[in-house]
């Protein structure tokens, strides 16, 4: 009986997160969408050859030998170019329009927030903080963690805002249905 109260929690807790993540794409989605954004062709490029390098990354670490990614490359490199640049797009879209809403609303992070964060993952991966801080710090990635989070505050201020923006509809909708 306690392990199926313990598996019903969990998918509860799991439906939870996925409808939260739902919620804050679709939020996400609607401002991005509704946002015009120039995008430096540069930007872009470089996010291209970021993405093909991951995947370079990412056959490496399945074994596959880097002459034969170089072959792949090269016989798909168009196909794998726009591909690319339509998520390459969408990303950096999203990036610039976080980072100015953050901007306009002021949302910042404090070290302590880096420092919970940090424990969080730690945990999650069962690494040393000090450790992760460190590799973040050589891989340069420290930066890339804190926007991150920024993101995330950024994304959760915009559900927030869509969230009590839709009661205050609904209950002006109440009001005026009751006085009819």
Do not use: C, W
């Amino acid at each position: 009986a306690e392990l199926k109260e313990d598996i019903k929690q969990r998918m509860l807790e799991a439906e939870e997160i996925r409808l939260a993540n739902e919620l804050k794409n679709e939020v996400l989605k609607k401002v991005v969408d509704n946002a015009s954004v120039e995008l430096p062709e540069g930007m872009v490029e470089e996010r291209i050859e970021y993405m093909i390098q991951d995947l370079q990354r990412n056959f490496a670490y399945q074994g596959i030998p880097r002459e034969e990614f170089q072959k792949y490359v090269d016989t798909h490199k168009l196909e794998l170019h726009e591909n690319y640049r339509v998520q390459a797009t969408e990303a950096i879209k999203t990036e610039l329009v976080l980072e100015q809403i953050a901007k306009q609303e002021n949302i910042t992070i404090t070290d302590e927030d880096v420092e919970q964060e940090m424990e969080k993952l730690a945990n999650q991966y069962g690494r040393d903080v000090a450790d992760l801080k460190a590799a973040l710090a050589a891989s340069g990635e420290l930066e890339l963690f804190k926007a991150g989070l920024i993101n995330d505050r950024t994304v959760d201020f915009l559900v927030e805002k869509n969230t009590s923006e839709k009661q205050e509809t609904e209950t002006a909708s109440e009001n005026t249905v009751t006085e009819e």
